[in-house]
């Protein structure tokens, strides 16, 4: 028994995707479950800062964990770990996820008992940023160790973005990432973003992510 | 005065890339200049690798680098600082170069008295290895920080390269990089990919990779 299944996940066939991604949310907006769309490059810690906020908020709300991937099955195994409901999604080889193919992710872990529903989308921060997924809200993951010059060369990702993680600060010692700088680039792209730094590995500040969370999921079932 | 200039290239009109690329291969034969496609998801190093690489060869070869992103022009100015010939490309959005997009950049660099030519492509696992760029080879930069599962999760990108530079090894200690786990997982996606532990910023292993490039260039000049 896998505790999860896997879903292939098939191109949309919708032309007007800002549309169907507006329904997805009048449909999410009835079910009462809010729908976070989480990206960043690959290896920048999106799994583990997962299993941080599942063990921070599983006593408090449902959570269902849809992993997107072009192959393979191990994060949806590590999720899995974590008791929180996981459906793994495989996208063809696409490197992106648009409303069409979330609904289908959705269907396939079933939302009817879910508070808070997370889409990992496929590492990417070019054409993952191209494409509004019908999510509530759009978090992204930028580590430490990928240098704070990331804005300058992705800025629609951190552009489009409601909160952005800062992830494995622990190791900040060992790189030459300027925090300050990092948040000047992205506040001229984005004045509204969420900036908060956090290491998953070791749970810092993660009670602070936990809280935005809390919050936007209590603004949506209000 | 930039010491180099910025290039917005077009999306290929081509209807069969795999043919462009031969016939780009072909060009870059008849003129022996080695072209070089090295990819990597951001903040991986490729651009710190390739500083350490020029320093380790321009006293051997003529060395042109085309630096490809969305947007900004950061990585140019690093690499104009070696005194390498650069020219930076923007992709107009576009996550990935094919061989017309590349053939574009060679003509805006001008490869008349390069030996050795590096397109940087965007940072990017999944994109940029489905298309032949007409590189004479393909590299790819995995550091440590990323993780040793990555082979799993985008294994085109490990299949299509020729060299696997394992980068940031320096800080091995504060990740839980296995190594040997890696090469067993990029090993049986592609048994011949010659696999290089480096770190850019120390300088370890930049010899064996150096030592990897002279031999191709030896090679393609035949």
Same mark, same amino acid.
């Given at each position: 028994?896998?505790?999860?299944?896997?879903?292939?996940?098939?191109?949309?066939?919708?032309?007007?995707?800002?549309?169907?991604?507006?329904?997805?949310?009048?449909?999410?907006?009835?079910? %009462? =479950?809010?729908?976070?769309?989480?990206? &960043? &490059?690959?290896?920048? !810690?999106? @799994? =583990? =800062?997962?299993?941080? @906020?599942?063990?921070?908020?599983?006593?408090?709300?449902?959570?269902?964990?849809?992993?997107?991937?072009?192959?393979?099955? #191990?994060?949806?195994? +590590?999720?899995?770990? +974590? /008791?929180?409901? #996981?459906?793994?999604?495989? =996208?063809? !080889?696409?490197?992106?996820?648009?409303?069409?193919? +979330?609904?289908?992710?959705?269907? !396939?872990?079933? @939302?009817?008992?879910?508070?808070?529903?997370?889409?990992?989308?496929?590492?990417?921060?070019? $054409?993952?940023?191209?494409?509004? @997924?019908?999510?509530?809200?759009?978090?992204?993951?930028?580590?430490?160790?990928?240098?704070?010059?990331?804005?300058?060369?992705?800025?629609?990702?951190?552009?489009? $973005?409601?909160?952005?993680?800062?992830?494995?600060?622990? #190791?900040?010692?060992?790189?030459?990432?300027?925090?300050?700088? $990092?948040?000047?680039?992205?506040?001229?792209?984005?004045?509204?973003?969420?900036?908060?730094?956090? &290491?998953?590995?070791? /749970?810092?500040?993660?009670?602070?992510?936990?809280?935005?969370?809390?919050?936007?999921?209590?603004?949506?079932? %209000?």
């Amino acid at each position: 028994m896998e505790g999860f299944r896997v879903l292939e996940i098939k191109k949309s066939v919708f032309e007007n995707n800002d549309r169907e991604a507006d329904k997805l949310r009048e449909e999410l907006k009835k079910e %009462k =479950t809010f729908l976070l769309n989480l990206m &960043s &490059s690959p290896g920048s !810690g999106k @799994t =583990t =800062t997962l299993k941080a @906020t599942i063990a921070a908020l599983k006593d408090e709300m449902r959570i269902g964990v849809m992993e997107a991937d072009i192959d393979s099955d #191990v994060d949806a195994h +590590t999720i899995a770990e +974590t /008791g929180a409901k #996981v459906i793994q999604l495989h =996208t063809g !080889g696409m490197c992106h996820l648009d409303a069409g193919m +979330t609904k289908q992710g959705l269907e !396939g872990l079933g @939302t009817e008992n879910i508070d808070f529903a997370i889409l990992e989308n496929v590492g990417n921060l070019v $054409c993952p940023a191209e494409f509004d @997924t019908g999510a509530v809200k759009n978090a992204m993951i930028l580590s430490v160790p990928e240098g704070h010059d990331k804005p300058l060369k992705y800025p629609l990702m951190f552009s489009i $973005c409601d909160v952005l993680l800062v992830n494995k600060i622990d #190791v900040m010692p060992y790189f030459d990432f300027d925090l300050e700088k $990092c948040t000047e680039y992205v506040k001229k792209l984005n004045p509204n973003i969420r900036i908060i730094p956090i &290491s998953a590995r070791t /749970g810092e500040g993660i009670d602070e992510w936990a809280g935005w969370i809390r919050a936007q999921v209590a603004e949506w079932n %209000k």
